[in-house]
């Protein structure tokens, strides 16, 4: 990924935080890679993050059978710690948006507000990053 795409997925990162409450967003891949960050998070723990994630999201979706039939398409995990909850939802086609958040944050608006993200990034992850001027590679 270049570092123009990287940094507009980061800044739009960076915009689903302006709610109150929230603290790191991540982007990443099925497989664990860090796609994306926000400015809160180094790129190293958010690379430790998006390994961990990738699991997290891979054992829901494991298990989506257990709430419904064979069917039942994940959508989203929410996860809760003492200091906090961590939203993780489906960002496209092998891609998975993070959030973590305090106990204080309202979870229904966070919920929503990932879902516009998610409709913002699909934009973003289905076209190819432009290279140079006027489009050409």
């Not at 699991?55 to 200091?83: K, M, N």
Request: hydrophobic residues 45%; aromatic residues 8%.
């Amino acid at each position: 990924m270049n570092d123009v795409f990287d940094n507009k997925l980061g800044w739009m990162l960076d915009d689903a935080l302006r709610m109150p409450e929230t603290r790191y967003a991540i982007l990443l891949s099925a497989d664990g890679l860090l796609v994306a960050h926000s400015a809160r998070i180094d790129r190293d723990e958010a690379e430790r993050q998006a390994a961990g994630m990738a699991g997290l999201q891979s054992l829901a979706r494991a298990t989506a059978e257990f709430c419904g039939t064979p069917d039942t398409v994940w959508r989203q995990t929410v996860s809760e710690f003492d200091d906090g909850y961590v939203f993780l939802v489906a960002a496209g086609p092998g891609a998975y948006l993070a959030v973590s958040a305090s106990l204080h944050v309202d979870m229904e608006a966070v919920s929503f507000r990932l879902q516009e993200l998610v409709q913002r990034l699909g934009g973003e992850l289905t076209s190819p990053p432009r290279h140079g001027v006027g489009g050409a590679a």
